[in-house]
């Protein structure tokens, strides 16, 4: 009796009702999957069929092991006669290591008499199970990634989270060890994963089997390549993605836009894109302009074009019960089902149900009428908003997709959602691809993701809270990263201190990945249709001229300074696409050697050369800064050299962001803050 099947590139394990299948995935690369229903299922949620590698397996008896490059993974079978049981039982652990034979990470030990369980499934009805899956970490390592979770944490060691998608919350499954290893949890079942100094969890509350992608490598640089080979590269950012962005909630007619776009214009300001946000439709799921407030949308779009700008719209997956493509849709199956209770999903401006982007057929039908009302006018970008989706109430397990229940496989959804536009739009011939949207998972950046971090308050925490969530969504494999320049809720244009954080706010966002203004302002606008019947507010002003004549002043030059970047922002989308390297980076990240860097929570990179260190506190005209050893850093506003290895007191007056260069990159920018 073999205790073990080998393939060309892969080991299998029988027993005691499981299959376990540790296959070579990709270079320095292993997928691991087990399954106590039959054989493993080769599920494609975010994983990419890889190229294929030379590997070297070995078995000795009860000992199997898999070299794949920089990792060997070590599974070693036992089975015997169970005194408390008084039968015969069967196992196989699990145990990864670098190229020096230094253990990376191994499953969760039994603990001799605790009779512990490394892969727990325990069953529901239907076939699934509830799975845990429990490892012994390194001792001392740091952990990144994960996507985006509303907290200042840095290293998330010790940290848990809910694997589930939230407005303002992105649960994208990866992480980034110190200790030379990246972790994907290929499963988009609603879950937990906990980081604990003597244990890491992973629970899908209900899956059909486990899956997960390990690769070693020893700089996060090879992690981010290796993680992008395997998910998908972000495809080539489009010009128009490297500039200023202008939004807000909401222009709420045609002329109202034309007229921002056109001062722009006569001011002379760099502007990129305008964006046309919701409730421009008649009703939620028309997914077309509402004649009386946008009477000629294709002319609308040529004149933005002949600006050289590029208009966005946003777009809902949502349907009204009353819109004229609910019933259609309804009947087709295209739309997401409730288990119990009434059907409505949200109740934002009137009841409604969502899309169901898990559907081929669904994707295909909503996109022929976007294409139609939308694409066919020259609109090339789109606002995907609501993408998690944003249930009005998260009860996870009360929804079915065409994919599988919600509680299953509810974590796909941002994907497919961003998949939707992308495919339609390669399908109607257009080449170069972003698409804003509000969640995401997985694999999402191949499909022309560009994640915001959705309806976060314009206050000091949550501007703080942005610089480590662009960090951890570049390390989860999402390098397109913005956020609402100021905040989305609570700012008011006249409030002198809203004032200070949106300039902190925008020099920020000059340095990240896309810069785009936008937020509900307040005092808004009540506004009404000729009949008088009601429509959704718009917010106060949100041009750079809005927040009077100072701030205006500094807003120009960090639009200029934006405009400067153009060619080295290009160079960053180009690596982010070739090589899978986040934009906006942790410095530990570029410096991995550095132990400080890899505590770094309130500055970062902006691609190898720029270093950041956003203004995160009211009033404050100074702040320190670390400038990593093994480099010298040139002051951004001052053209002041330092060596590397040290801490400084840099004065930032309301006008100015500290920024770094690297051995003397970007002189053209020396003296433009």
Known sequence: MNTFETSEDAIIWRGDGETLVVQAWGRDSLRVRSTRSGEVLDTDFALLEPEPVEVQITVDGEVATLVNGAITVVLRAWGGWDWQTEYDVFGCSVEFRDASGRVLLRELGSGGALKLIAREFRPLSGGAHRLRAAFEPPAGEKLYGMGQYQQDIL?????????????????????????????????????????????????????????????????????????????????????????????????????????????????????????????????????????????????????????????????????????????????????????????????????????????????EQVWEVIKRNYHDLGIKLFWLDEAEPEYGVYDFDNYRYHAGPNVEVGNVYPQAFSRMFYEGQKAAGQDEIVNLVRCAWAGSQRYGALVWSGDIHSDWADFRRQITAGIHMGVAGIPWFTTDIGGFGGGNIEDPGFRELLVRWFQFAAFCPVMRMHGDRQPSERVTAADGSPRNNSGAPNELWSFGEEVYEILVRYVRLREALRPYTRRLMDQAHTDGQPVMRGVFHEFPSDAVCWDLADQYMFGPDVLVAPVVDPHATSRRVYLPEGASWTELRTGTAHEGGQWLAVDAPIDVIPVFVKNGALPELIGTI
């Open 155 to 363: 290293d998330i060691k010790g940290s848990t989270f809910e694997l589930a998608h939230r407005n303002s919350q992105a649960s994208v499954p990866f992480v980034l060890s110190s200790a030379g290893y990246g972790f994907l949890w290929h499963n988009p079942a609603i879950g937990s994963a906990t980081f604990a100094a003597n244990r890491t969890e992973w629970i899908a509350e209900s899956t059909r089997q486990l899956d997960y992608w390990i690769t070693a490598g020893d700089t996060p640089a090879k992690i981010s390549a290796a993680y992008a080979n395997a998910t998908g590269h972000a495809p080539v950012m489009p010009d128009y993605g490297l500039g200023y962005w202008q939004c807000k909630l909401r222009y709420w007619n045609q002329e109202q836009l034309l007229e921002v776009a056109r001062e722009h214009k006569r001011r002379g300001l760099p502007l990129d894109v305008i964006v046309a946000d919701f409730f421009h439709w008649p009703k939620m799921g028309d997914f077309r302009f509402e004649e009386e407030f946008w009477p000629d949308p294709a002319a609308m779009v040529r004149e933005l074009q002949e600006m050289g700008v590029e208009l966005m719209v946003s777009v809902w997956p949502q349907v009204s019960v009353q819109s004229e493509n609910f019933a259609a849709f309804k009947k087709d199956n295209l739309l997401v089902r409730t288990e119990r209770g009434h059907g409505v999903q949200m109740s934002f401006q009137g009841p409604s149900m969502f899309v169901d982007a898990t559907n081929p057929l669904a994707r």
